[in-house]
């Protein structure tokens, strides 16, 4: 399996653009997460799905994010507008079920930047 | 709901050394601790992970220990090389049925040749 892919691994735009990051999670895993990365907050846990399912959304910043997966094997983070603040690295985690915890795995991430 | 805190933030050894990472976590029903390693430019991947019902495990140079009753969970990295140089965050996850990872701050290790 090819893991974890995110797409694009580099965003740059301005303030007040649309912005969309991709995510295909590791065929078979019923499990998807969207984790955001800065030096000042470390790993934060965005929001997560179970078989497609939006699961917990507490962790989604503001209402200018918003996350979807259509079907089992994509994904999408939205901001909009975006802002300078939401800078930082974006990973997208898949997961298996198992009680207690299963293990993820993660993506190589998408490092966005608002100028 | 879960804290998770990791010590030390750095650590710098010479190669050949051993380094040690320690976690401590807060809720006693957290039974699934793994250990994930990030190079630069890359995702967090996972290296190892215990869960509750044992002590101890070990694959090749890397251990991982759990003490449940004093809540706190450590890496350990034997004759280490300079490929070893990353940042390790540990993480907890509880309760049954399925629960998120709460992940650690991080420890930036740095092993000089």
């Known amino acids: 399996d090819a893991g974890v892919i995110q797409s694009p691994r580099h965003e740059v735009t301005e303030m007040g653009q649309e912005v969309t990051l991709r995510c295909k999670p590791i065929s078979g895993h019923d499990y998807l997460f969207w984790y955001r990365q800065t030096m000042m907050r470390g790993l934060e846990l965005l929001i997560y799905f179970n078989n497609n399912v939006p699961i917990d959304d507490s962790g989604m910043p503001e209402d200018r994010f918003s996350a979807k997966m259509p079907n089992a094997s994509f994904s999408t983070l939205k901001i909009q507008p975006s802002e300078p603040r939401d800078s930082a690295v974006y990973f997208c985690?898949?997961?298996?079920?198992?009680?207690?915890?299963?293990?993820?795995?993660f993506g190589p991430g998408t490092r966005l930047t608002v100028t | 709901g879960e804290n998770v805190e990791q010590h030390p933030s750095t650590l710098s050894v010479q190669e050949g050394d051993s380094a040690v990472i320690k976690c401590t976590y807060s809720d006693s029903a957290s039974n699934y601790f793994p250990w994930y390693k990030q190079e630069l430019g890359k995702g967090p991947q996972l290296i190892i992970d215990?869960?509750?019902?044992?002590g101890e495990k070990k694959d090749q140079r890397i251990a991982v220990t759990l003490n449940k009753t004093a809540k706190h969970f450590s890496l350990h990295i034997t004759e280490t090389q300079p490929e070893d140089s990353a940042v390790y965050f540990c993480a907890a996850s509880t309760g049954s049925g399925y629960s998120t990872l709460t992940f650690g701050k991080g420890t930036m290790l740095l092993v000089s040749p």
């Open positions: 985690a898949s997961s298996f079920f198992r009680s207690g915890g299963g293990e993820q795995y």
């Open positions: 215990i869960r509750s019902n044992v």
